[in-house]
């Protein structure tokens, strides 16, 4: 079974919103922090947010501050991203992981996900 596997994604116009949703089964969750990634046709992956492993602290591309906002349940072993005023410039395929570090997920390309593979994504699409 492929994990993670991260489900919410769809088609909004510019200013809407969506809640993206990223699950493990095996992975022992609450020992790593969570990220979630997007990448666009013809871009590299790049980390949008970070969060830590219990919760405290949260990291974001600039580009998203003050519109996203990530969370976790680490009972439920899931990821969450609040994506709200969503912009065409949003549209891409998201991806989470377990990270080992926020600050480099942010700052630097070539995240390697700790579960040894990438889900399927979820595509997010905004119409302006």
């Known amino acids: 079974q492929v994990e993670p596997v991260e489900s919410g994604g769809g088609q909004v116009q510019a200013g809407g919103s969506l809640r993206l949703s990223c699950t493990f089964s095996?992975?022992?969750?609450?020992?790593?922090?969570m990220a979630w990634l997007r990448q666009a046709p013809g871009q590299p992956r790049k980390g949008v947010s970070c969060?830590?492993?219990?919760?405290?602290?949260?990291y974001y591309q600039d580009s998203v501050k003050g519109r996203f906002a990530t969370s976790r349940d680490n009972a439920k072993k899931t990821l969450y991203l609040q994506m709200n005023n969503l912009q065409p410039e949003d549209t891409a395929e998201y991806f989470c992981a377990a990270v080992t570090d926020c600050r480099s997920t942010i700052r630097y390309l070539g995240v390697v996900p700790r579960a040894g593979q990438w889900g399927q994504g979820t595509q997010v699409t905004v119409s302006s």
């Open positions: 095996r992975l022992s969750f609450e020992d790593y922090p």
């Open positions: 969060i830590t492993w219990d919760g405290t602290d949260t």
